[in-house]
């Protein structure tokens, strides 16, 4: 592949974001925000206040007559919906089982909208839940602007899932999905789906944030801090004097250009160290010196760099000038130009959740797929280039997606599995959701560098970032890309993976002598139909394939570099259960024959894929 790391980044952090985002070649919309916001802090009381203005850019051909916004802290109280589907679910995260219910008044989250007007005029709105409801003065248009100003408080629960404070390792504050979010609203309405656990959508937008707190605390998180010199804790230009600091608190300002969320940590114990990469990219680094972190988190310096020069190597390249990795949270989540890990993990645990959260920043953050609806599409894409990154910077593995296959033959072992379709709030049980959403996201790619080559899919990833960055993607997107890129029909891979949990078994049936020729007989046992390569390989160590693409991929995949030359290529219809293929050598010169050597093929029963002579 081209190594872009090597390029000067001309331009490539320059966003020109105008409010007016249409994708022309599909006829989408996207909707566009502008936050500004200042928030103080009480580190006594746990409890905050602020205020928000927020341009709201209505790209949609759709008049909108009310708005939702996201109250996410809402969730941590007794009686919420996260709080019932957490008891009532047959396999609760252990982080969240009941705790949330045995929570008092002053270890709950909340977050209330005090006062809001659109245009200056007050408007209705109703909290239900962790969705404020608001009913519009008058409706915003298509193709306009509108601006919407709010107070708003809120009080930081003891953390239990991704936010909160004073985690087991001691952090103070992980203050994630803490401020009143406006839903998006796009080609399918809006999605205002209260928080039960699971995944989030938002808007792209600039946001302006001022966070006003202690003086002690040492901040990280999303954006570009924009008075560095006044804050000091690291973040200071070199040899620059930091001025001495009037009274008890410090007002951190940040500006974060085309994100869709807003993440800060907060703690004064925090060591903050950075590191320069010579592309311009500054990687910081926030932890808790103790015994279990400072080792550990000092050698992560090598490897966070790293991490983003073979993502964007491989996936495209990143597009801000910073990234962060914050000790907080409850164990890995990704947010804007940072993430919150947990701290106290040997080496290769921690440099792995460091991988696979920053890989987040691919796919949740820049091409931000709606993760309720294709959850597989971000967390299963992070999983197989996490899987890739972690092997090409830490440990090399001949079989870097193994762990990914062996969690998607669990699942359907298990007989627990749900269609990929399924939104993920509504997955019957945790591990149907994460096997599928992790594991299976992960085989979708790697089977597909089966169905039409390694080197085109990969291609096609790197098509896929350049086509569909900042534009929200959704699985008809990706498919179409690797269509274009290979020439083939993939729409059936799309409706028989993601759609069904019908599964792939094909076996070697028979093997026959005919005379000076050999018959082989295939079989389809499974449901799901799939291309075969098959290896012959000959007693004198030679090694030949017989490629069997399926009628409905209108084409063939290229011979792939380090393959057996091919001798024979026939069609198989999807509905002839059995395919029968005569070779062109005596059977007593075969060693083996085998479906599939490379194992991409997600095949439930290989025992039967080899016939060994």
Do not use: C
């Not at 331009?11 to 409010?19: M, S």
């Amino acid at each position: 592949m081209l190594n872009v790391m090597n390029k000067p980044l001309l331009g490539l952090f320059l966003f020109v974001f105008t409010g007016s985002s249409v994708i022309a070649q599909t006829g989408r919309f996207q909707q566009a925000v502008d936050y500004k916001m200042e928030v103080e802090m009480n580190v006594s009381s746990n409890q905050y206040s602020g205020t928000q203005v927020l341009k709201y850019y209505n790209n949609s051909p759709d008049t909108l007559y009310k708005v939702f916004y996201h109250l996410y802290y809402n969730a941590f109280q007794p009686g919420s919906m996260m709080d019932e589907r957490s008891r009532s679910i047959s396999d609760p995260d252990r982080r969240v089982g009941d705790r949330i219910n045995s929570l008092k008044p002053d270890e709950i989250g909340y977050l209330h909208v005090n006062e809001l007007t659109m245009g200056g005029v007050s408007v209705d709105f109703e909290e239900v839940g962790t969705i404020l409801e608001v009913t519009l003065p008058k409706p915003i248009l298509p193709n306009s602007e509108t601006e919407f100003k709010m107070s708003f408080m809120g009080q930081v629960p003891i953390q239990i899932r991704r936010s909160g404070r004073d985690s087991e390792e001691g952090v103070r504050y992980s203050m994630s999905q803490w401020y009143p979010k406006m839903a998006n609203y796009d080609e399918q309405g809006w999605h205002s789906n209260p928080y039960v656990g699971r995944e989030f959508y938002g808007i792209w937008g600039d946001f302006d944030v001022k966070i006003t707190i202690d003086k002690n605390y040492t901040i990280g998180g999303t954006g570009y801090l924009q008075n560095p010199n006044e804050i000091g804790h690291g973040y200071e230009d070199e040899g620059v004097t930091v001025p001495k600091v009037s009274g008890e608190t410090l007002t951190w300002h940040f500006k974060a250009p085309m994100v869709h969320d807003f993440m800060w940590a907060a703690d004064p114990k925090y060591r903050h160290e950075k590191v320069e990469m010579e592309n311009g990219i500054t990687v910081h680094h926030l932890f808790i010196p103790s015994e279990e972190t400072t080792e550990n988190w000092e050698k992560l310096k090598e490897y966070t760099p790293k991490a983003i020069n073979f993502l964007s190597e491989n996936f495209g390249q990143y597009p801000y000038k910073q990234f962060s990795v914050i000790q907080g949270g409850d164990g890995g989540m990704e947010y804007a130009m940072s993430t919150l890990v947990t701290g106290g993990r040997n080496l290769r645990g921690l440099v792995g959740v460091m991988a696979h959260e920053l890989a987040h920043s691919w796919f949740h953050g820049v091409l931000a797929t709606n993760e309720s609806l294709y959850p597989w599409m971000d967390e299963g894409f992070t999983s197989y280039a996490s899987s890739l990154t972690m092997s090409e910077i830490f440990s090399p593995s001949k079989t870097p997606l193994a762990g990914s296959y062996s969690g998607y033959y669990r699942l359907v072992k298990s007989g627990k599995e749900e269609p990929m379709s399924t939104h993920s709030d509504h997955y019957h049980t945790n591990s149907a959701y994460s096997s599928a959403a992790y594991s299976k996201g992960a085989v979708f790619l790697e089977q597909m560098g089966y169905i039409i080559g390694a080197d085109v899919r990969d291609r096609g990833m790197l098509r896929y970032w350049d086509t569909w960055k900042f534009k929200h993607p959704n699985v008809n997107d990706l498919i179409r890309v690797m269509e274009k890129e290979s020439g083939l029909e993939l729409d059936w891979y799309k409706e028989y993976f993601v759609y069904t949990t019908k599964t792939i078994n094909y076996g070697i049936k028979e093997v026959n002598p005919q005379g000076n020729k050999t018959d082989i007989i295939l079989e389809r046992i499974g449901l799901m139909p799939m291309p075969i390569d098959l290896v012959v390989t000959y007693k004198d160590g030679s090694q030949e394939m017989i490629y069997l693409p399926l009628v409905i991929m209108r084409g063939e995949k290229l011979p792939e570099e380090g393959a057996p030359k091919r001798i024979l290529t026939e069609d198989w219809p999807w509905t002839n259960t059995t395919k029968k293929i005569t070779l062109d050598r005596k059977m007593d010169e075969i060693k083996s024959v085998e479906i599939d050597p490379s194992k991409r093929l997600a095949d439930l029963e290989q025992e039967n894929n080899i016939v060994e002579f």
